[in-house]
């Protein structure tokens, strides 16, 4: 996937992130996989939401990526 596929938010970020307007995370990996577990984990959203959450981050526990 690249930047162009996303959602208007995430292109929005990504060019703040850019741009020095904001905080660059050097460990994106740990980054997303918090962000993917508090959405799982959080029953206010609807259950396709947080399943998709869900099997995303088990996704990226089980790759062979990691944050160095």
């Known amino acids: 996937m690249n930047v162009y ?9 990504y ?3 850019g741009s020095g ?3 660059y995370v ?4 740990s980054c997303a996989l918090r962000a ?11 259950l396709d939401s947080r399943n ?3 099997f995303a ?3 990226l526990l089980i790759s062979d990526f990691e944050d160095k």
Do not use: H
Not at 26 to 29: G, K, S
Not at 36 to 46: C, F, H, K, T, V
């Open 21 to 23: 307007d904001q905080a």
């Open 5 to 13: 596929e996303c959602c208007d938010t995430v292109r929005a970020l």
């Open 36 to 46: 993917l577990n508090d959405i799982a984990a959080d029953e206010s959203l609807p």
């Open 57 to 59: 981050a088990a996704n």
């Open 52 to 54: 998709k959450a869900a």
């Open 15 to 17: 060019s703040q992130i």
């Open 26 to 29: 050097p460990q994106a990996i």
